[in-house]
C-alpha cells in the first residue's frame, strides 16, 4: 500500500492537466506508468476509475465551453460595433448635402455614414440659431419578415425631421473613397468645425470647400428600434448643442 500510494502522488505529479486542452486524440499518455496502473487496477479498481474519467472527459467539456464562449463573444461584437462614448462627424460640400458618420475611434470605419436630403448650409444657419435636434424615422418590419430584420444602424432609407420639420429622407452610404478622404482629413480633430479647402484639380472643386463638424457624442440605446446620440459640448453647461435620434416605427 505505501508502494501504492508513492506511485500514485509520483503519477499524480506528471499529469500536467492545465498545460494543454485539446480533443481526446491530444491527451497525453503516459506508457511509462502502465505497469504501475495496471497494479493499482488490480489492488483497487474502484480508485482507479476515480482517477481514469476525468483523465478523458476533461479536455471534452473544456473544449465544449471554450466554443461556446467563442460563439458568445462573437455575437456580441456583432451586436455592439458601437459603444457608449463614438465620434461624430457631420460634413459636405458647401452647395451640397449633409452627411454624417458615426465611427467607434476616431481612426476607425464609419459604422454609420447617411447623406441626408437637407442642404449643409441649412443646418448650420439652424444650428446657430440654437438647439437642434434631428429625428430619423424608419418603418418597422412586417410581421412575415421578421425573419430577415437588421439592425437599426444598417436600414437603408430614413425620414428626416430638424427641430420637427420634415426635411426629405435620408441614405445610409457605403464609405467611399471620398468619405475615406474626408474623415481620415479630420481624424487629429477631436471637436471642433471648420473648412477644408477643395484640392486643386479635383474634379468636384466646383462643388465648394467642404465644410465639417466633428465632435464627441453619448450614445444611449433605448430598444432594438430607438437610439439616440447627444453631442458632449463641454463649453454648454451640459447641454448638447446637437441631438440625432434613430427611431424604428
Not at 163 to 192: D, H, Q, W, Y
Request: aromatic content about 6%; hydrophobic content about 35%.
Amino acid at each position: 500500500m505505501a508502494r501504492s500510494s508513492l506511485n500514485s502522488s509520483s503519477s499524480k505529479r506528471h499529469f500536467h492537466w492545465t498545460k494543454k486542452v485539446g480533443s481526446d486524440d491530444e491527451v497525453p499518455t503516459f506508457k511509462s506508468f502502465s505497469k504501475t496502473n495496471e497494479e493499482e487496477k488490480k489492488e483497487n479498481p474502484k480508485s482507479n476509475f476515480s482517477t481514469q474519467t476525468p483523465k478523458k472527459k476533461l479536455p471534452a467539456l473544456a473544449v465544449s465551453r471554450l466554443r461556446l464562449a467563442l460563439a458568445a463573444l462573437g455575437r456580441n461584437r456583432s451586436q455592439l460595433p458601437l459603444g457608449p462614448r463614438v465620434v461624430g462627424t457631420l460634413f459636405g460640400n458647401r452647395r451640397g448635402h449633409v452627411h454624417f458618420a458615426f465611427q467607434k475611434e476616431p481612426n476607425s470605419p464609419p459604422a454609420f455614414l447617411i447623406e441626408l436630403a437637407t442642404p449643409i448650409s441649412g443646418l448650420v444657419r439652424e444650428m446657430a440659431s440654437g438647439l437642434v435636434r434631428i429625428a430619423l424615422e424608419c418603418d418597422k418590419e412586417k410581421e412575415e419578415e421578421k425573419s430577415k430584420a437588421v439592425r437599426l444602424l444598417e436600414e437603408p432609407v430614413w425620414r428626416t425631421y430638424c427641430n420637427g420639420k420634415k426635411c426629405g429622407f435620408g441614405t445610409r452610404r457605403e464609405c467611399g473613397a471620398k468619405e475615406l478622404k474626408i474623415l481620415k482629413a479630420v481624424e487629429p480633430i477631436s471637436m471642433g468645425a471648420g473648412v477644408l479647402p477643395a484640392a486643386a484639380g479635383d474634379e468636384e472643386a466646383a462643388d465648394g470647400e467642404v465644410m465639417y463638424m466633428r465632435a464627441k457624442f453619448e450614445r444611449i440605446v433605448g430598444s432594438r428600434d430607438s437610439e439616440a446620440f447627444y453631442m458632449m459640448n463641454p463649453d454648454s453647461n451640459g447641454t448638447p448643442e446637437l441631438s440625432i435620434y434613430l427611431l424604428r416605427v
